[in-house]
């Protein structure tokens, strides 16, 4: 069965970017999985952030960003915040209907 | 406003069903899939289930495939898990979203807790 990876934990400083990644445990990821990026505090819902690779959620501002880079999908923030302090996850479709997170990526901003 | 508002959750025991509602609004509701999204306690976001906008294309999770039942009724603006043989590894917050493929809404989540 294919895992979605995902690093447990990244941290980075207050203005600084950071890139987190969502891969395959065996094989590529491309646009064609349609590679989406959730954002989630402590008790809230997640939050739509990027879907479909690289579109922008309504709301989100333009300091978020996905793409692929190499065999991964990639979720980049550029200039963070504080409030960017959150769980990061990514939903990855293996086709025939099934959909798959990944474990999720705590970040710290500090 | 967009709302997915979930209800349904609660405690129950092993073995037993519960029945999950999610009421869609601010939306037209009838053209999306619809996915629901479980999280239990300290850990991540696991797919659970999908359905089409016209209710024929259903896929489920292995870990629920045979237990769980997703329906929709667009005339209500809402979707629905019925969710039976619950055992504890089901204990979560379960999500409703639209299309992940999409800008997807989601709702706050109700939780299940499958304990004796």
């Known amino acids: 069965q294919t895992v979605v990876t995902q690093e447990p934990s990244f941290s980075v400083s207050p203005g600084g970017t950071v890139t987190l990644t969502c891969g395959l445990s065996?094989?590529?990821?491309?646009?064609?999985?349609?590679p989406s990026w959730y954002q989630q505090t402590p008790g809230q819902a997640p939050r739509t952030l990027i879907y479909?690779?690289?579109s922008r959620s309504s709301g989100v501002p333009d300091r978020f960003s996905g793409s692929i880079l190499g065999n991964k999908a990639a979720l980049t923030i550029t200039g963070a915040q504080a409030d960017d302090e959150s769980d990061y996850f990514c939903?990855?479709?293996?086709?025939?209907?099934?959909?798959?997170f990944g474990g999720g990526t705590k970040l710290t901003v500090l | 406003e967009v709302q997915l508002v979930e209800s349904g959750g609660g405690l129950v025991q092993p073995g037993g069903s519960l029945r999950l509602s999610c009421a869609a609004s601010?939306?037209?509701?009838?053209?999306?899939?619809m996915h629901w999204v479980r999280q239990a306690p300290g850990k991540g976001l696991v797919w659970v289930s999908r359905?089409?906008?016209?209710?024929?294309?259903?896929s489920y999770a292995d870990s629920v495939k045979g237990r769980f039942t997703i329906s929709r009724d667009n005339a209500k603006n809402t979707l629905y898990l019925q969710m039976n043989s619950l055992r504890a590894e089901d204990t979560a917050v379960y999500y409703c979203?639209?299309?992940?493929?999409?800008?997807?809404?989601w709702g706050q989540g109700t939780l299940v807790t499958v304990s004796s």
């Open positions: 939903v990855l479709y293996m086709g025939s209907g099934i959909w798959v």
């Open positions: 979203a639209s299309d992940l493929s999409e800008d997807s809404y």
């Open positions: 359905m089409n906008s016209d209710g024929r294309t259903i």
């Open positions: 601010g939306f037209t509701f009838s053209r999306y899939w």
């Open positions: 479909s690779t690289n």
């Open positions: 065996s094989g590529s990821v491309s646009t064609t999985y349609y």
